[in-house]
């Protein structure tokens, strides 16, 4: 960590001693060796050495190591995919922290939007902000400790190469009140498994429980695990559980969003996620 600190102080140096592009900063600091690769294999170097401004959420070295094994290669060996990711780590304009605390999200040159929380620390999607306003002549960078993935991309690799280690799931609207979502199941490696909810149209006020239950969404039995409440109308949770992603996906289990913790009967959404 106090190395990685250093780079960054020495990075930031650089940017005000001298005009570099967003590139340029990656390229002098070792902890986005991978990220460099990865522009480079995507031939993104040209446009995030261009005018911009850019905003880059940057994912360090070991945020890429802690994707689960074969993530980044299976992306790496698709161009399409790739770009997907990188250019959803990139907002066009120049975003400073000042300016990321006030929003709620972001729409990225992918085309997605970035979900942005200042609840504890700032987050985007799942995601922790480690530094940020590292300044380039082109835009401006802000660290993140995980590799940001977009619904596209967690859909196309969801039962292809990595099924083992992904799953992505629509929640629809179960109950009539228009509560829709997606879900992702991602296996982190050593008995934990990530979990992560973004709701359509969340009812406001009160709390929206999310749970595992055995079963499925038509016929579904106990709470097996409960996961953090979906607050108001924020729309998204994320959960890393003790709990082996083989577990999850491999019985009969449901992921249900309930309308209050009062009315734990009423289900607005639901998605079966076991294998029978």
Not at 21 to 41: K, P, R, Y
Not at 54 to 70: H, K, M, R, S, Y
Not at 204 to 220: K, L, V
């Amino acid at each position: 960590m106090q190395r990685f600190a250093i780079c960054l102080v020495t990075a930031l140096a650089l940017s005000i001693g001298s005009a570099q592009t967003i590139v340029d900063i990656a390229v002098d600091n070792d902890d986005f060796s991978t990220l460099v690769t990865a522009v480079t294999a995507a031939g993104l170097v040209d446009v995030l050495s261009g005018d911009g401004p850019f905003t880059v959420f940057a994912p360090t070295n070991a945020a890429f190591d802690a994707l689960p094994e074969g993530a980044l290669d299976a992306v790496l060996a698709d161009i399409d995919l790739l770009t997907a990711v990188l250019t959803y780590h990139v907002v066009s304009g120049d975003v400073r922290a000042a300016d990321v605390v006030n929003l709620t999200k972001a729409r990225t040159v992918q085309g997605e939007h970035l979900a942005v929380s200042t609840d504890d620390g700032v987050m985007v999607d799942q995601a922790n902000v480690v530094a940020t306003d590292i300044v380039a002549d082109n835009g401006v960078i802000h660290v993140i400790d995980a590799v940001l993935l977009p619904k596209a991309v967690l859909a196309a690799l969801s039962g292809q190469t990595l099924a083992s280690g992904f799953v992505f799931l629509d929640m629809p609207d179960t109950a009539g009140v228009g509560v829709t979502g997606t879900a992702s199941i991602i296996d982190i490696g050593n008995g934990m498994t990530n979990v992560q909810v973004v709701l359509d149209g969340t009812p406001a006020g009160g709390n929206h429980p999310i749970h595992f239950h055995t079963g499925r969404c038509g016929s579904a039995g106990s709470v097996v695990i409960p996961l953090p409440n979906i607050d108001g109308d924020t729309g998204r949770t994320s959960a890393t559980l003790d709990v082996p992603f083989e577990w999850i996906v491999g019985a009969s289990h449901a992921l249900m969003v309930h309308l209050s913790p009062d009315e734990m009967a009423t289900i607005v959404s639901c998605a079966d996620v076991g294998i029978d």
